[in-house]
T-cell receptor, first 116, second 118 residues
Framework: DAGVIQSPRHEVTEMGQEVTLRCKPI?????LFWYRQTMMRGLELLIY????????DSGMPEDRFSAKMPNASFSTLKIQPSEPRDSAVYFC??????????????FGEGSWLTVV | AQSVAQPEDQVNVAEGNPLTVKCTYS??????LFWYVQYPNRGLQFLLK??????LVKGSYGFEAEFNKSQTSFHLKKPSALVSDSALYFC????????????????FGKGTHLIIQP
């Protein structure tokens, strides 16, 4: 079975450029999560969707970050303009049902972003 | 609020020896607890979870974890370590009673580097 698919796997961009990260969740999953991983802060939940609707974006660091989920099989995380401190690994993850009901979140392989 | 702590940044174990990676949690209700493993340059892979029932949970690759409510712990264990077990291990918690920010996600610990020496 295909897992969560993310692209690009690696991106190097210049400060000020727009970055778009893409995610395809596991088919049939109704929750989609975007996490960010850094050495300093570990894994942070940025935003999550339920049935394509954003539920909680309280973890999004600034207005430069935005996320969309136009349909059940696709989501994007956009950074505009990008800054060096945005350099991190961005993970997309999905689950079938509420984690609060004991369901498991499955992660993609991540997008390694470097902003120079 | 929900939180989880992994008190050790790194654990070193000789191949063939038993291993333990520690995790403690803080929740207001009964927790749901998870362990994930991350190999270099890879995503997080689900290992096992505790929801309810038997306190000893068995998972992938021979790993198991023991839920201890009185000590608020969920330590990951394996009877005999392999060099291929070397990776970064994350404990995560979800408090079903928690309704604050990020409620439907998991809260992760900082991770523990497990190094298995040949």
């Amino acid at each position: 079975d295909a897992g969560v698919i993310q692209s690009p796997r690696h991106e190097v961009t210049e400060m000020g450029q727009e970055v778009t990260l893409r995610c395809k969740p596991i088919s049939g999953h109704d929750y989609l999560f975007w996490y960010r991983q850094t050495m300093m802060r570990g894994l942070e939940l940025l935003i999550y969707f339920n049935n394509n609707v954003p539920i909680d974006d309280s973890g999004m660091p600034e207005d430069r970050f935005s996320a969309k989920m136009p349909n059940a099989s696709f989501s994007t995380l956009k950074i505009q303009p990008s800054e060096p401190r945005d350099s991190a690994v961005y993970f997309c993850a999905s689950s079938f049902g509420l984690v609060g009901s004991g369901n498991t979140i499955y992660f993609g392989e991540g997008s390694w972003l470097t902003v120079v | 609020a929900q939180s989880v702590a992994q008190p050790e940044d790194q654990v070193n174990v000789a191949e063939g020896n038993p291993l333990t990676v520690k995790c403690t949690y803080s929740v207001s209700g009964n927790p749901y607890l998870f362990w994930y493993v991350q190999y270099p340059n890879r995503g997080l892979q689900f290992l096992l979870k505790y929801i309810t029932g038997d306190n000893l949970v068995k998972g992938s690759y021979g790993f198991e974890a023991e839920f201890n409510k009185s000590q608020t712990s969920f330590h990951l264990k394996k009877p005999s370590a392999l060099v291929s077990d070397s990776a970064l291990y994350f404990c995560a918690v979800r408090d079903p009673m928690y309704s604050g920010g990020g409620a439907d996600g998991l809260t992760f610990g900082k991770g523990t580097h497990l190094i298995i020496q040949p």
